[in-house]
């Protein structure tokens, strides 16, 4: 079983719709979780850190279900700009962080 | 502004050769990853350091060495390039604990002929 299980796409949506990805993790023992973009070609750059509260940061909403052990992203509102690959990473304490395979969202206007 | 650098954007080499990719970071962080990122398969770990000296493993570490002589420097070897090899390779380092942000280096994408 994967650690980090994440839906590839491609979400293809127009500007301004309400797009979720979700996430699943193996490792019950996983502390740390976060999502991360990456734009194409570029390097991977953190968007925002998981809290078990659930955190928001503008157009952006996270949530984390250790229960279920399952991470969610929502972006409302979307724009052009948020095409991209998005990451879904966990860790533990002293090890790596594990990466999902990604799941690409592409913004049409 | 937090730094990571790796050494080379863009490196060819031949079948056979000993490669070095090189990192730094300038932000004194106990940890540092080697990563490679393949299409469809994601970045998968390579090796890993939570100190000087010291090395984990990753997933697939298998043709691959590591140095980490000092804190801020963290070295990937390709003992015998292979054409299998041909990547993008990332470092990217954290501070210890939980909840610490990963910063990367810009990439090197490297291929093996």
């Known amino acids: 079983r994967k650690e980090v299980e994440q839906d590839p796409g491609p979400f293809n949506v127009p500007e301004g719709a309400t797009v979720a990805f979700n996430c699943t993790y193996s490792?019950?023992?996983?502390?740390?979780f976060f999502w991360y973009r990456q734009d194409c070609r570029k390097e991977p750059k953190l968007l925002m850190s998981?809290?078990?509260s659930g955190n928001e940061d503008g157009r952006f909403t996270a949530q984390l279900n250790r229960a279920s052990q399952y991470i969610s992203l929502l972006i409302r509102d979307s724009k052009l700009s948020d095409s991209a690959t998005y990451l879904c990473?966990?860790?533990?304490?002293?090890?790596?962080?594990?990466f999902g395979k990604g799941t690409t969202l592409s913004v049409s206007s | 502004d937090v730094k990571v650098t790796q050494s080379s954007r863009y490196l060819v080499k031949r079948t056979g050769e000993k490669v070095f990719l090189e990192c730094v970071q300038d932000?004194?962080?106990?940890?540092m990853f080697w990563y490679r990122q393949d299409p469809g398969l994601g970045l998968r770990l390579i090796y890993f350091?939570?100190?000087?000296?010291?090395?984990e493993k990753g997933d697939i570490p298998e043709g691959y060495s590591v140095s980490r002589e000092k804190k801020e420097r963290f070295s990937l070897i390709l003992e015998s390039a292979s054409t299998n090899q041909t990547s993008m390779y990332l470092c990217?380092?954290?501070?210890?604990?939980?909840?610490?942000?990963?910063?990367f280096g810009q990439g090197t994408r490297l291929t093996v002929v």
């Open positions: 990473v966990v860790n533990q304490a002293g090890t790596a962080l594990i």
């Open positions: 490792n019950s023992a996983s502390q740390s």
């Open positions: 998981v809290y078990s």
């Open positions: 932000m004194d962080h106990e940890n």
């Open positions: 350091s939570y100190d000087v000296k010291m090395k």
């Open positions: 990217a380092s954290n501070y210890r604990g939980m909840n610490t942000e990963a910063f």
